[in-house]
């Protein structure tokens, strides 16, 4: 099965595990930290969240599962290259989510007890995270992500509107189109603080 079939069957998988399973006892689940980072997402669930609602507009009567198998359909059927696109897209958004994780800082746990505290059975340690440490060099980034931080203020401006997945799919779409000369400059920016960053770390090992 491929994963775009995986992402819409996941649903109706998930729901057939709940019924098959039978009933432990839940534990309590943390409260999910708002500043973590945004998981990136397939290009199949990018290309969903673009046309869902012209979608649920031609389709009314369609149902939730509907929906999803229709843009399924549609996304299988899609020209290589607007799928090359989309997948592109999809590589960005891990690119910025890897970035993201990077400098996050997850709250502590020591506020979460487990519910059976009264218990005589041994508890787990959790393991800590190790922490970032602030003095390290910072990561050299991709020729898109040195373009998308160039042009971002100019292209909000442009499009006050848009929100910040549209941005990025805006300046995707920008960065896709850029003349050759123009691509090579950023590709050699790209390369350039590589080589700076691995000039860093060499001295912040040593």
Known sequence: MSSDEEDIDSIDDEEEEMA?????RRKKKGKKDP????????????????????VK??????????IAKIMSVEFKAIPDAERARWDQLALDDKDRYL???????????DSEQDDD?????????????????????????????LYSNATRNDVKA???EAKFGEIAQIISRHFKALPEEERAYWDEKA???????QREMEIYRS
């Open 191 to 197: 390369a350039q603080d590589k080589i700076r960053y």
């Open 158 to 160: 442009a499009n006050p």
């Open 117 to 145: 505290s009264d218990s005589d059975a041994p508890k787990k340690k959790k393991k800590s995270k190790k922490k970032k440490d602030p003095d390290a060099p910072k990561r050299n980034q991709s020729s898109f992500f």
């Open 57 to 66: 507009e031609e389709n009314p009567d369609a149902k939730f599962g509907d």
């Open 35 to 54: 500043n973590k980072p945004k998981r990136n997402m397939s290009a199949f669930f990018l290309y969903s969240n673009a046309n869902r609602e012209r």
């Open 20 to 24: 098959a399973k039978p009933k432990r």
């Open 99 to 109: 970035q993201a994780m990077e400098s996050y800082d997850p709250p502590s746990d």
